[in-house]
């Protein structure tokens, strides 16, 4: 029944969200503060708008009931297909094809496929005639999830489309489909991605370049030369500090220097004297700008943040009164869960520096609306759960 029960609603969840949105317009505003003097820039009012859409959203859908979903299951996964098709017919930005321009804005569909495929995962594997130990069905779910990630691998967005495997195998596991094959097909890619890093680590350079200590490889042709650079910078100390491994260094720079408790809001040295870049110290490093102001502390509390944003996802996923609901929490969870840890991990040196932002913080539009469409989703779940 669709209809929104105030009793009922997730309210640290929507509390946790309103403090997110209100901390990031604050630290979007910093990261483009230079002086008193310097205009700072509109990005903070527009993320407040995108927050504004978002809850919007957010509100439509925890008012629809979740079931609603499942039968247009197909159309969202479709409709999503078609976008990520879509994009190809506009013209390259930056060398890549991941946006689709309309007035005033881009739109970037494969955020949208992201849900898309939580949404057709869930409803394909909750039918109640599913037999979850047949091979076909592994092999539908891996269809389901292949062509999206394909797509969206060709725009090139590797680190997005990476992002489909661990919400797919989080959802696969649970339901228990082949889970043998499930863990051989990990292991594989697993290895498949240390013989490639590996293969990147001592490919020969290009052509005019001196070769380094163990670079005989001939050079790799599956990858984009900035995707390689950014592996190498995360496998070699000091690879190219001026250029790929520039924001890498700048970023733990940033963090490191906020010490205990930071250097306080709009005192970052390394973003405002232009150290970390201004191009993605509002988007895909947004953390590094709130360690450098807040400390450890601060830090902290961000990861406090998202655990109780987090366990709000999982709470819906236990207590969600059938296996579709279920599902559908459990992938936004584990989406949301992936995008804090691999972008946290970037900054800090844990990780290779990928696009992949900051849930609830990061400036973005699509990103912005499509986290709270998501989380709007795990809301209507969690209220029409199970009293137990």
Known sequence: MNGIQHRRIDWAMLGTILVLIGLSAAFIYSAQFKSEADPVGTNWIKQLVFAGLG??????????????????????????????????????????HRW??????????????????????????????????????????????????????????????????????????????????????????LLLAAACCLWIKYERPPEGEEAGPGQVLPRMPLLQEYQKGRIKVFLTKNHDLADAGWNKLQSQIAVGSGGLRGKGWLQGTQNNLGFLPRTVAPTDFIF??????????????????????LGGCMRAALRAR???????????????????????????????????????????????????????????????????
């Open 100 to 189: 689709i321009p309309l007035p005033g804005i881009t739109f970037q569909p494969s955020e949208v496929a992201k849900v898309a495929v939580v949404v057709a995962l869930a409803a394909w594997l909750a039918a109640p005639d599913r037999d979850l130990d047949e091979w076909g069905t592994f092999f539908a779910c891996a269809a389901i999830v292949g062509l999206p990630f394909l797509l969206i691998a060709a725009e090139p967005d590797l680190s997005t489309s990476l992002m489909l495997a661990p919400i797919s195998l989080a959802i696969m596991l649970y339901m228990g489909v082949q889970r043998k094959l499930l863990l051989a097909a990990m292991a594989a890619v």
């Open 288 to 309: 590094c700008v709130v360690a450098e102001e807040t400390g450890f502390v601060g830090g902290m509390f961000f990861i406090l943040l998202y655990t109780v944003l």
């Open 55 to 96: 809850l919007c959203a957010y509100g439509a859908l925890t008012w629809l009931d979740y079931q609603a979903l499942a039968r247009m299951a197909w159309f969202v996964y479709g409709g999503a297909v078609v976008l990520l098709l879509a994009v190809f017919l506009f013209p390259e930005v930056n060398g890549a």
């Open 322 to 388: 059938d296996e579709f609901g279920r599902l559908l929490a459990l992938g936004i969870g584990t989406m949301l869960f992936c995008h804090v840890f691999v972008n946290i991990a970037m900054t800090i040196g844990l990780l290779p520096i990928t696009g992949l932002p900051l849930p609830l913080m990061s400036y973005g539009g699509s990103f912005m609306v499509v986290t709270m469409i998501a989380l709007g989703l795990v809301q209507s779940v969690y209220q029409r759960r199970r009293i137990r």
